[in-house]
């Protein structure tokens, strides 16, 4: 893995931030998903509650994963081999972090700073790339 302590550290802390607005944060995920490409809506058809609980769950479950790659990384290629079955391209995983990012960024407010924002773009670099890889195996 390629995130050093201070990274996981800023990761960790940053999203111990949203954790009290689950549901909101999800919800802005949504939001800002759909702003940035309209067409990902006819992914979603499950209830967007629900699905945005799974989401955070997910996204938690990585943030505090970050010391134990291995175990991480067969969730994430398990995770990568369901999302075929969604509908979920490579090539959607861009906007999907953008969407993560700024989110974060909305919701963390003034210390999501720039260092915060790349451990997060590196981080999500590696579970996108890792879950590419289980949509290809």
């Known amino acids: 893995m390629n995130?050093?302590?201070h990274q996981i550290h800023l990761i960790q802390s940053s999203f111990e931030r949203v954790l009290p607005q689950?549901?909101?944060?999800?919800?802005?995920?949504y939001a800002r998903l759909f702003e940035l490409e309209p067409g990902?809506?006819?992914?979603?058809?499950?209830?967007?509650?629900v699905q945005g609980r799974k989401l955070m769950k997910m996204i938690l479950?990585?943030?505090?994963s970050l010391q134990d790659f291995n175990t991480l990384r067969g969730q994430l290629l398990a995770l990568g081999q369901r999302h075929i079955n969604y509908g979920v391209m490579p090539d959607y995983f861009p906007t999907m972090g953008q969407a993560l990012i700024d989110t974060l960024a909305a919701r963390v407010g003034p210390t999501f700073d720039d260092e915060t924002r790349q451990a997060w773009e590196q981080l999500f670099a590696l579970v996108a790339e890792t879950t590419i890889e289980?949509?290809?195996s």
């Open 22 to 29: 689950f549901d909101l944060t999800a919800e802005q995920f």
């Open 61 to 64: 479950m990585v943030v505090n």
């Open 3 to 5: 995130l050093d302590l």
């Open 40 to 49: 990902f809506v006819t992914l979603f058809r499950e209830d967007r509650r």
């Open 134 to 136: 289980g949509m290809a």
